[in-house]
């Protein structure tokens, strides 16, 4: 498994650090408006139940699984609480992300055993959440999220990493507390948000880049808008030729058959120097225990590709990574009928999201991709394809990758094999060209600092949200 990458940080998000994670310093933002108060001790459960937060386990007996102690085996609980242990999570989570026992019914024990109601949020409105609407993909990170309910202000809270037990521990010192929080289930909380600012995270999904960075962006710009210009020269320098080609045919083919020849050498150049370089020796790198390793969000954007469903999934199921710590999100289309029912002949995967992408914009790859990034999780992104099959070790090694080149680097590009080079003469032509491509061509384009074509799939992320 080789790794490219190149880059700088695109955001402060955790970083390693001689295979230890640190939590990286944060920019600095504008300041906004004040945004509804936790009550006390509810503040701390959104440090808990961020899932990239690293810090030391909760100390204490698992009181998160005292709810379950006259429903599981005593050997099933303890195998969960030493297993939270060793991953760094509640043991509640080791329980749910293993199939033993689904989110909805651990929280129906949870709230029977605490006095915390279920929140459902199946009737409440865009009113009743009194975030703006740049924040709601802060509550889906965070799975804490403020509602209105009879002029009063609860906080619906999706129980992630410790909360659980922390949520067990308040609850007992302050019973007033159950008043003003509510327990919801994952899946609930990302289903309010797609249902009622679906729209608004659509359209940023589609047209958020031609807003920010028009000049990196393909879309039409609208006149007047920042980037029109950009839009006005292409007009311009096509009427110029048309014009040289009418005044003075010759010279005008001369000299574009001139910059193009110099244009097609300046790129064999590059491409006969990155191939020459000779490769940089491999590093290997102790490996990192679970407990230590960073949520991890895996995103593949379907369409039309129900036979392709099961592999990946097998392929994904299979990689080394702690399940508890796979953040898999897959999103599809809204009419793809096919593809929802091969992913639900697989029946419940509890590490994985099944999003249905906004019908706003255009029906593209990346608009899919930019629709799941509020509901993803991990400090770390790779993004598949439907045909991928990850080798078990890819996001370990991505991780080493990372570690190696540091904090500056934001994207890693794995190496893409071709399995059906025996086929045809026509499919090992495609082998040859991916194998100069990924193991020859980019890693000497890496070692020269810079930017490197991305394969569009493979793609390791750090911090994108």
Request: charged share 20%; glycine share 8%.
């Amino acid at each position: 498994m080789s790794f490219v990458a190149w880059g700088r940080d695109l955001a402060g998000r955790d970083q390693v650090e001689d295979g230890r994670w640190i939590a990286a310093p944060r920019r600095d933002r504008p300041v906004e408006a004040p945004l509804p108060v936790c009550p006390a001790g509810v503040s701390h459960i959104l440090q808990s139940s961020n899932d990239n937060w690293l810090c030391d386990p909760e100390p204490g007996p698992a009181s998160e699984l005292d709810c379950l102690r006259h429903v599981l085996a005593p050997a099933l609980l303890r195998a969960a609480e030493a297993r939270g242990r060793e991953v760094g999570i509640g043991a509640d989570q080791a329980l749910i992300r293993s199939g033993v026992i689904n989110e909805d019914a651990y929280l129906q024990t949870l709230s029977s055993h605490t006095g915390l109601a279920i929140e459902t949020c199946a009737e409440e409105s865009r009113a009743d959440c009194p975030l703006p609407d740049r924040h709601l993909p802060g509550a889906a990170e965070h799975g804490l999220l403020p509602l209105r309910r009879d002029g009063k202000l609860i906080w619906a809270v999706a129980p992630r990493g410790f909360a659980a037990r922390r949520l067990c521990r308040l609850t007992a010192a302050y019973p007033s507390l159950c008043d003003r929080v509510r327990l919801t289930s994952t899946r609930d909380l990302n289903q309010f948000l797609l249902r009622q600012t679906g729209d608004v995270l659509g359209q940023s999904a589609a047209n958020a880049l031609g807003r920010r960075f028009p000049a990196l962006s393909a879309a039409p710009v609208a006149d007047g808008a920042p980037g029109g210009l950009r839009t006005m020269r292409r007009p311009a320098q096509t009427g110029a030729l048309a014009v040289m080609m009418v005044l003075t045919p010759t010279f005008a083919l001369d000299i574009l058959s001139d910059a193009l020849a110099i244009w097609f050498l300046a790129f064999i150049s590059l491409r006969l120097a990155a191939s020459l370089r000779p490769p940089r020796p491999a590093v290997r790198l102790p490996r990192v225990p679970d407990g230590r390793l960073p949520t991890y969000t895996v995103i593949a954007a379907l369409y039309r590709e129900a036979a392709s469903v099961a592999p990946l999934m097998q392929a994904i199921g299979a990689l080394d990574y702690p399940r508890e710590k796979l953040d898999v999100i897959i999103v599809i289309e809204l009419d793809d009928l096919e593809t929802r029912a091969a992913l639900a002949r697989l029946g419940p995967m509890p590490q994985v999201q099944v999003l249905l992408a906004s019908a706003e914009g255009p029906r593209t790859k990346p608009k899919a991709l930019n629709c799941a990034l509020p509901f993803a999780r991990g400090s770390f992104t790779a993004v598949f394809d439907a045909e991928d099959r990850p080798d078990p070790g890819q996001l370990r090694a991505a991780l080493d990758a990372f570690r190696i080149q540091g904090t500056d680097v934001a994207c890693a590009q794995a190496s893409l094999c071709i399995e059906n080079q025996s086929d045809s003469w026509l499919s090992r032509m495609f082998a040859a060209e991916y194998a100069g491509q990924f193991d020859v061509f980019l890693p000497g384009l890496a070692s020269f600092g810079v930017p490197l074509p991305l394969g569009g799939s493979s793609n390791h992320f750090r911090g994108i949200r």
